[in-house]
Nanobody, 127 residues
Framework: QLRLVESGGGLAQPGGSLTLSCDDSTFTLGYYTIGWFRRAPGKEREGVSCISREDGSSFYADSVKGRFSISRDNAKSIVHLQMNNLKPEDAANYYC????????????????????WGQGIKVDVAS
């Protein structure tokens, strides 16, 4: 059974960078569209970035375009979210999710009701 584990969170200064990783010990991430979502206190969940299963096509929320980059290595069953030029409003709990038979835009823009979720990891952005 798919089990997602996020890593790489922590504290960064404004303008700094962090790289989040999502991996799965069953080595089956390659069968799924993968997405990164975030939820800040008092705010709704936001689809940050999602990446397709095979061709690497991706979707980014307007709030992170040009700053965040998603990538995957199916052989290693891992997905990365490179976050550059971090802003205080990027602070949130970030969650990795995996879902089949969907597109990056559909997954990030909608409600991935059939997704498997990781436990989440905290990202703080402060001086």
């Amino acid at each position: 059974q798919l089990r997602l584990v996020e890593s790489g969170g922590g504290l960064a200064q404004p303008g700094g960078s962090l790289t989040l990783s999502c991996d799965d010990s069953t080595f089956t991430l390659g069968y799924y569209t993968i997405g990164w979502f975030r939820r800040a206190p008092g705010k709704e969940r936001e689809g940050v970035s999602c990446i397709s299963r095979e061709d690497g096509s991706s979707f980014y929320a307007d709030s992170v375009k040009g700053r965040f980059s998603i990538s995957r290595d199916n052989a290693k069953s891992i997905v990365h979210l490179q976050m550059n030029n971090l802003k205080p409003e990027d602070a949130a709990n970030y969650y990795c999710a995996a879902e089949r038979f969907t597109t990056p835009q559909a997954m990030c823009s909608g409600d991935p009701a059939f997704a498997t979720w990781g436990q989440g990891i905290k990202v703080d952005v402060a001086s």
